[in-house]
């Protein structure tokens, strides 16, 4: 082996180890965003996109010349998603570009559904608790307030408290929100929010509000369950079809091929 072959090996070897170093100090890292009381929530983002990251500025000058639709896209998306703060709109761009667009995407829509169906599940039991406390005598926001604090921190208590600290901080009720609303994009917070804010515009009592809602959110929660149930045996006839259909047929059938062979030789 020559000096010249050594050289290349030991450039590759260095090389190698730098990255396996790298990728091991950015997997050690744990990310998280600030909420809105000061408090940090952990939030989880692929190796590649952490190990990616430090490249995205490369590619600023051409997203903000040719890419502005798709990075308002990508803001609102990831504030969704409960990663403000955390990654910008630019950014998730620029990984879009390294790892040829479709990956990210996929990352983070589920992310956002994955948002969506918890504050979805939550969103009944928090109202319940609201309803309660209004009817026994405390204001809205007081309610608000009591929950966040007796809760674990999940995506809709995250919500409720920064809506909280927007009131506290000269925001009206209404604006507030509305901004929950829009921020958030469920269609059941949608819905409940619109309520609230009627109720407040026409005089109507929050507490019978809360509770109308949740009475229609439980019911449409029992919808789903129906729904899915419905089609399940539908969604079983793939796997029948495939993997137990087959192993019947080769059960019922093998003795009687056996026979029909040893009767031929």
Sequence with gaps: MNIFTMIIIALWSAAAAALAWYLVSVASEVTYVTLADGRRAERSIPLVFRALLPFAPNFSSFIRRFLKSPVERADKLLVQ??????????????????????????????????????????????????????????????????????????????????????????????VALKQMAERVGQPDLRSVVSALVQAEELGVSIGSMLRIQSEQLRSKRFDRAERVAAEAPVKMLGPLMLCIFPAVFLILLGPILSQAMKGLF
């Design 81 to 174: 998603g409960g990663f403000e703060g955390l990654l910008t709109g630019e950014e998730f761009v620029a990984l879009q570009l390294m790892t040829l667009w479709i990956i990210p995407d996929v990352w983070l829509m589920t992310s956002v559904k994955r948002r969506h169906a918890s504050i979805q599940r939550s969103l009944p039991f928090v109202l319940d608790l609201l309803t309660l406390s209004v009817e026994a005598g405390m204001d809205f926001i007081g309610a608000l307030q009591r929950n966040c604090r007796s809760r674990k921190m999940d995506a809709l208590n995250e919500e409720l408290l920064r809506m909280t600290k927007e009131i506290q901080v000269g925001s009206s009720r209404a």
